[in-house]
C-alpha cells in the first residue's frame, strides 16, 4: 500500500482480476494513468483523478497492465485488492457470450462499448409507401433529381448511400449520386445566396462569408460535392474486339449506356480502366474502350466500379445496393449556430426509362418541430439530371426517393433498427409521416457524445414475415448490422390470433435469433402485437397466451420482452383507449333486459351512447342496435329483445353508404379528411369497402357535417363501390382524426423505448 507524495510518482503492475483503488488525503490532487503495453508501457492510454475509484486492468495482454500514479499537491495512497466484476459490468450479447466490458463512467453515461458502431444507416423512412410495399401503381415517369439534406446526431467522416428498390414493375438501373456537407440550413435566400445554393450546395464559411461551391471537390481540397461509386456484378466473362472489351455479368448489371465504369484487378493490363465510358448490349453485358489490344480473353476477370448502380426488380421482397465510402468529413460550424452536423445528396433517376416509386414528405419537417425534435429533413427537386450537370438549380419538393446515408461517424454511435408494420412505420399516423414513436424514442436519448441513430423498417399494412424480410435483405446486402434489433414479432396483419399464428410467430422469433447471431446483432427487442379491437373474447385468450409464450421463449434467450403498456382499456377483450384514435366506440357497462338496454357506467373519455348505435359484448345478439331513449336516464330501447347481464359492452355508429363514384357515407359527422375510420357490416358492406380494414376520409370530395367518402390511403382517391350492401353498416372513427394517434400512441411509446434505450448506458 504504497504512498505517494507530491512531486513523486510510481508505476504499479495490476495482474488480471486485481484493481487499483486510490485515495487521497484532504486537499490532495493526482492522477493515474493506464500505459500503452504496446509501446513497452510509456504511453498513456486513459487517465483518471485520484479519488475516481477502482480501476481493473482492461487488457488485451494476459500478464499485467501498468498504472501510473503522480501527485502533484498532498499525497496519495494506492491499494491493490481483489476485483470483482458484477452486473452490468460485464456485457453478454443475446446468446450468453461475453461480448466485453462496459465503458468505463465517470458520469459520461456511455453505452457498453460492445454494442456500440462506428457506421450507421440513417433510414427516416419505412419500408411501405403510398402504394405498397412493391409499388405497381402511382409511380413517376419523370427524369427526376432529388436533393435531401438532413441533421446527424454527431460528426461524420464519410459516407455510403444505400439504394432502395421498391417498385414492383421495374429493375432501377443508371441511378447517380453526389454527397455533399454544408454550413447552411436554410432553404430561402439567407446568407446572401439563393434558395437553391441553400439548399442544395456546399455552403462554408470562408472569411465570414458565406461560399457556395458548385463542383466535384478538386484533388486534394474539400470544397465540394463528393462522386458516390457503386461496386460492380459479379464478372463472368471479359473479352475484347481489338480495343474494344465487353463484360459480361452474372445478374443483370443495372447501368446505362454512358455510365462510366473502373476496372481492376483483370490478369491481363489492358483490361484495366479508370473512369471509361459504357456502351450497354444487354441486361448482362457491355462494352468499354481500351487504349490497347490485350491480344485475349482475360482468365482472372477483376471487378469494377461504377458511378451508378443498379437495383434488380423486386420479386417478393425490396432489393438493394449499397455504394463504396465516400470519404467527406462533416464541418465543425454551421451558419446558424445549429449543434448537428449537415449531410446532403443528390440522386439522378430517369424515369422516362424506368418509373419509380416514391414517397411525399411532410412540408412541416423543412424546419424543426416537437414531434421530429428540432430536426430537419429538407428535400428540392429539378426534372434533369442534376448530377451530370451541375448548373441546375433546385426547388423545394416533396418527392423522396428510397436512398439513405450509411454514415461513418467520427465518435462511436448506438445504432438502432425498428422492425414492424404500420404502428411502428407511423407514416399515417403522424402528421410529419416519418417520427415513428422509436424515432422519437432514440431523438430524446441522443446526444452529440453518446448519439443514437435510428432506421426506421416498418413496414405499413404488411404482415410478420414481410416486414421482417427487408430487414434482412437490408443486412444481406451489406447494411451495417445495428447494435439493437427491435421487432414487432407478429402483427394484426398476421390475421386474429389462432395456433397458426402462434407457430409462426415462434418462427420468426427463432430466425430473428439465428440472424442476429449471424451478423453480429449483440442486443434484440421483442415486442408483441398492439391491441386489435376485432379480438372476440376466445381469440383475445389465444392473444394473451401467445403473448406470454413469446414472453418466455425470450426469456430463455436472455432477449429484451417489452410489451406495451398505455394503449389498451384493460378490458377482457382488450380494446385501443378512446383516446388512442383507433376506431374508438363507445365503451360502457351495462345490461339489457327485453328491449331496455340499462347503461351503468361509461368508460372515461368514451362518446355519448345515442340511438342509431349498434350493441356489443358478451352474450349480446348481433345486430343489436339502440333504437331510442328509455324512460330514465341511462336507459335505451334497443332491437331485438333479449336478456343479457351486467358486462362490458361498446358501440358505434351506423350509417348509410350509397353506390357510385365515389360511394358516399351518409351519417352527422365532424370528421376530417385524412381522419381515420373502419366499416362492418351485419352481411355485407358495398363492393369496394373492405369490411374490417383502416380506410381514410377522403379529401376529394370535401367531407361536409351530414357525408363524406373514403379512400384506401390518406391522401388517396376516394373509393368506387359498384354494388349496393345489404344489411346495416356500422363505422368506428379515431376520436379525433389520424392525428390523434400521434399524440396518444407516440405519447405512450416514445418515453417507453427512451427508458428502454437508457437502460443500455452506463455511469
Not at 438532413?150 to 459516407?159: I, Y
Not at 429533413?377 to 426517393?401: C, E, H, K, R
Not at 402483427?491 to 410467430?505: E, I, K, R
Not at 446483432?521 to 401467445?546: D, F, G
Request: glycine share 10%.
Amino acid at each position: 500500500m504504497p504512498t505517494i507524495s507530491a512531486a513523486q510518482q510510481q508505476t504499479i503492475p495490476l495482474e488480471e482480476g486485481r484493481a487499483l483503488t486510490l485515495s487521497g488525503a484532504p486537499g490532495a490532487v493526482g492522477i493515474v494513468y493506464r500505459l500503452d503495453q504496446a509501446l513497452g508501457g510509456t504511453n498513456s492510454l486513459q487517465s483518471w483523478a485520484i479519488g475516481s475509484g477502482s480501476v481493473a486492468p482492461l487488457g488485451p495482454f494476459p500478464s499485467a497492465e501498468k498504472f501510473l500514479i503522480t501527485c502533484s499537491v498532498g499525497s496519495v495512497t494506492a491499494t491493490v485488492v481483489n476485483a470483482t466484476l458484477t452486473s452490468p459490468g460485464v456485457v453478454t450479447d443475446n446468446f450468453g457470450s461475453v461480448t466485453g466490458l462496459k465503458g468505463l463512467g465517470g458520469g459520461g453515461g456511455r453505452f457498453a462499448t460492445s454494442i456500440l458502431r462506428n457506421e450507421a444507416l440513417v433510414k427516416h423512412w419505412g419500408c411501405s409507401g403510398a402504394n405498397g410495399l412493391l409499388q405497381t401503381s402511382g409511380q413517376s415517369g419523370s427524369a427526376w433529381s432529388m436533393c435531401v439534406k438532413m441533421e446527424m446526431e454527431a460528426p461524420f467522416h464519410a459516407v455510403r448511400l444505400l439504394r432502395v428498390n421498391r417498385s414492383g414493375l421495374n429493375a432501377l438501373g443508371g441511378g447517380k449520386a453526389l454527397v455533399f456537407v454544408t454550413e447552411s440550413n436554410a432553404i430561402d435566400a439567407s446568407y446572401g445566396l439563393t434558395l437553391s445554393q441553400n439548399l442544395s450546395r456546399p455552403v462554408y464559411n470562408v472569411g465570414g462569408t458565406a461560399t457556395a461551391y458548385n463542383a466535384i471537390a478538386p484533388a486534394g481540397t474539400v470544397n465540394g460535392y463528393q462522386n458516390v461509386n457503386w461496386p460492380g456484378r459479379e464478372v463472368v466473362a471479359l473479352t475484347n474486339a481489338t480495343t474494344t472489351a465487353t463484360v459480361t455479368t452474372k445478374v443483370p448489371h443495372g447501368l446505362v449506356t454512358a455510365n462510366t465504369v473502373t476496372v481492376r484487378d483483370a490478369d491481363l493490363a489492358a483490361y484495366n480502366v479508370t473512369a471509361a465510358a459504357i456502351t450497354v448490349l444487354n441486361t448482362t453485358q457491355f462494352t468499354y474502350p481500351m487504349a490497347t489490344d490485350p491480344g485475349a480473353a482475360a482468365t482472372a476477370m477483376g471487378t469494377y466500379t461504377a458511378n451508378a448502380c443498379g437495383t434488380l426488380k423486386p420479386n417478393l421482397n425490396q432489393t438493394f445496393a449499397l455504394s463504396e465510402k465516400s470519404p467527406m468529413k462533416s464541418r465543425p460550424t454551421r451558419l446558424d449556430g445549429g449543434s448537428r452536423p449537415l449531410l446532403g445528396l443528390i440522386f439522378w433517376h430517369d424515369g422516362t426509362a424506368q418509373s419509380f416509386p416514391f414517397h411525399n414528405v411532410s412540408i412541416a419537417v423543412r424546419g424543426p418541430t416537437a414531434a421530429m425534435r428540432g430536426r430537419t429533413v429538407q428535400v428540392g427537386a429539378i426534372l434533369a439530371d442534376a448530377v451530370g450537370n451541375l448548373g441546375w438549380n433546385f426547388s423545394l419538393d416533396t418527392v423522396l426517393m428510397d436512398v439513405f446515408p450509411v454514415v461513418s461517424f467520427s465518435v462511436p454511435v448506438l445504432s438502432i433498427w425498428g422492425v414492424g408494420d404500420s404502428t411502428w412505420q407511423n407514416d399515417g399516423l403522424t402528421a410529419t409521416k416519418m417520427s415513428s414513436w422509436l424515432y422519437r424514442a432514440c431523438m430524446d436519448v441522443s446526444t452529440p457524445t453518446a448519439p443514437v441513430v435510428y432506421a426506421n423498417f416498418g413496414a405499413s399494412s404488411q404482415s410478420s414475415a414481410t416486414y421482417w424480410a427487408q430487414a434482412k435483405g437490408a443486412l444481406a446486402a451489406g447494411t451495417p448490422p445495428p447494435s439493437v434489433l427491435w421487432i414487432g414479432l407478429d402483427s394484426v396483419n398476421d390475421g386474429v390470433n389462432n395456433d397458426g399464428t402462434l407457430q409462426s410467430a415462434f418462427a420468426l422469433a427463432q430466425d430473428v435469433i439465428a440472424t442476429a447471431k449471424k451478423y453480429g446483432i449483440p442486443v434484440v427487442v421483442m415486442s408483441p402485437r398492439m391491441p386489435n379491437n376485432t379480438l372476440n373474447a376466445a381469440q383475445y385468450a389465444i392473444k394473451v397466451a401467445q403473448d406470454a409464450a413469446l414472453a418466455a421463449l425470450a426469456a430463455a434467450y436472455g432477449i429484451q420482452w417489452v410489451p406495451f403498456t398505455g394503449l389498451g382499456d384493460g378490458a377482457v377483450p382488450e380494446r385501443w383507449l378512446p383516446s388512442a384514435g383507433q376506431y374508438a366506440a363507445t365503451s360502457f357497462t351495462g345490461s339489457i333486459a327485453g328491449t331496455l338496454l340499462t347503461v351503468s357506467s361509461l368508460a372515461t373519455a368514451s362518446a355519448p351512447v345515442t340511438p342509431g348505435q349498434q350493441i356489443f359484448g358478451a352474450g349480446v345478439t348481433a345486430g343489436t342496435t339502440i333504437v331510442g331513449y328509455g324512460g330514465s336516464a341511462g336507459t335505451f330501447i334497443v332491437s331485438p329483445s333479449q336478456t343479457v347481464s351486467s358486462t362490458a359492452m361498446s358501440s358505434l355508429a351506423t350509417c348509410n353508404i350509397s353506390t357510385g363514384a365515389p360511394a358516399v357515407v351518409s351519417i352527422a359527422n365532424a370528421v376530417v379528411a385524412g381522419q381515420s375510420c373502419m366499416f362492418t357490416s351485419t352481411v355485407a358492406l358495398p363492393e369496394g369497402i373492405p369490411s374490417g380494414t383502416q380506410l381514410f376520409v377522403a379529401a376529394n370530395p370535401a367531407p361536409t357535417t351530414t357525408t363524406f367518402s373514403v379512400s384506401l390511403t390518406p391522401d388517396g382517391p376516394a373509393i368506387t363501390a359498384t354494388v349496393a350492401g345489404i344489411g346495416v353498416h356500422s363505422v368506428f372513427f379515431g376520436r379525433d382524426g389520424i392525428h390523434e394517434n400521434e399524440s396518444t400512441i407516440e405519447a405512450a411509446l416514445a418515453p417507453q423505448g427512451a427508458t428502454f434505450i437508457r437502460s443500455l448506458a452506463v455511469a
